[in-house]
């Protein structure tokens, strides 16, 4: 069991069999079942799977951010598991002031199109010294001089006079780059980042990429990194999720996920990763069929209709089991097999 362990740091947010629903008036939509994961201080992991398979529905369902027709309907999504401050972020009112601290306070979040998270109306310098001041309020004067040395940090040129300027002002890379500055504005502990490059010139993703890592490494966060990419995987995380269907269907670290691929759908992503651009529910190169509606759900393993090695009368009729928490392992019947 040991050497399947992927770290034994105890994780600062702990999510335990989530499960999501949104109400659509076609019916109910089951968008995540069972998804567990663990962030630990100074880690990434990478999230990864295809266009609509529940990576941002994970991200915001923790975050208690999601579309007002959706609800959690099972699991728990634990801050600081383990000490006296423990806390279910699930039991909190969305609304509520308790999330409202943890959310840009202990948690910060990095969107695909920054201007997610910034205002049109507002200099950059007035967003970063709100969000300083919220948290921790060292007075105007202080909350510009940090505001300007967290410009500095993300790389900004000229941060004394960028500070004055409008986010539509900027470059999509720059945008980017105050984005992250926000997100650190509160010094947390925790970063979730959704696609944060996708919008990106393949030059300043890899430079914003970078610059992502060395602020992770330096200040020891726990990063979540959303990606469709198996590039920015290989380049970023320490231990990856593999998304499919709503469900994490493989779990490793990095290089064991590389090396030896144990979900089918793993294997399909790896073949593909040439492929495999932003394109929404673009069929990979080397397996038929794209990803189901969670409305039209498959009966047994979700990944059967486009597996090639299902077993027919097994993976069409039965759920392979949820890979458990902290281990690298896949839901799946081979690796289930291979294993007994
Ligand atoms: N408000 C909503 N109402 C109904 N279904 C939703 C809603 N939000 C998300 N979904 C569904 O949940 C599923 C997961 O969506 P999600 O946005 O998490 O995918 P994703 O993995 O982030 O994809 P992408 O790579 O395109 O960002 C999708 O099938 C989507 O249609
Ligand atoms: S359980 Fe069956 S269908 Fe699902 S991934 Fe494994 S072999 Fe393929
Ligand atoms: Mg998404």
């Known amino acids: 069991m040991a050497d ?80 006296a401050a423990e806390q279910d972020l699930t039991a909190l009112e969305p609304e509520g002031a308790q999330i409202r601290s943890v959310r840009g306070g202990r948690i910060g979040l990095i969107f695909q199109e920054p201007m997610a998270a910034l205002s049109m109306q507002y200099t950059v310098g007035n967003q970063l010294m709100e969000a300083i001041r919220v948290h921790r309020d060292p007075g105007k004067a202080k909350a510009r001089e940090r505001a300007i040395s967290l410009l500095n940090e993300v790389g900004i040129p000229r941060p004394e006079t960028r500070i004055d300027a409008y986010p539509f002002q900027l470059s999509g890379g720059l945008r980017q780059r105050v984005g992250i500055a926000l997100a650190l504005a509160a010094e947390p502990d925790v970063l979730i980042a959704d696609e944060p490059t996708t919008a990106l010139d393949v030059t300043t993703q890899a430079q914003i990429l970078a610059l992502l890592r060395r602020l992770q490494r330096d200040k020891q966060i726990a990063l979540m990194l959303i990606t469709h990419d198996m590039g920015v995987i290989a380049q970023m995380a320490d231990d990856v999720a593999v998304m499919y269907l709503g469900r994490i269907v493989e779990f490793a670290p990095v290089r064991e996920l590389f090396k030896h691929p144990q979900h089918p759908y793993t294997r399909a992503l790896l073949r593909s990763v040439p492929n495999l651009d932003a394109t929404p529910r673009q069929r990979l190169a080397t397996i038929g069929g794209a990803v189901p509606q969670p409305g039209s759900r498959p009966v047994g393993c979700p990944f059967h209709p486009r597996c090639p090695e299902a077993i027919p009368g097994r993976c069409d009729t039965m759920v392979p089991a949820p890979v458990p928490p902290g281990a690298a392992g896949a839901s799946c019947f081979l690796v289930e097999d291979a294993a007994a």
């Open 4 to 83: 399947t362990m992927v770290e034994t740091t105890r994780p600062i947010v702990s999510v335990r069999d989530l499960a999501v629903e949104f109400r659509q008036h076609t019916g109910i939509v089951r968008a995540l079942e069972a998804v567990s994961l663990d962030l630990h201080p100074g880690r990434v992991l990478g999230v990864v799977g295809e266009s609509g398979c529940g990576k941002s529905v994970t991200a915001r369902a923790m975050l208690r951010i999601l579309d007002r027709n959706g609800s959690i309907t099972a699991g728990r999504v634990t801050l600081d598991p383990g000490t």
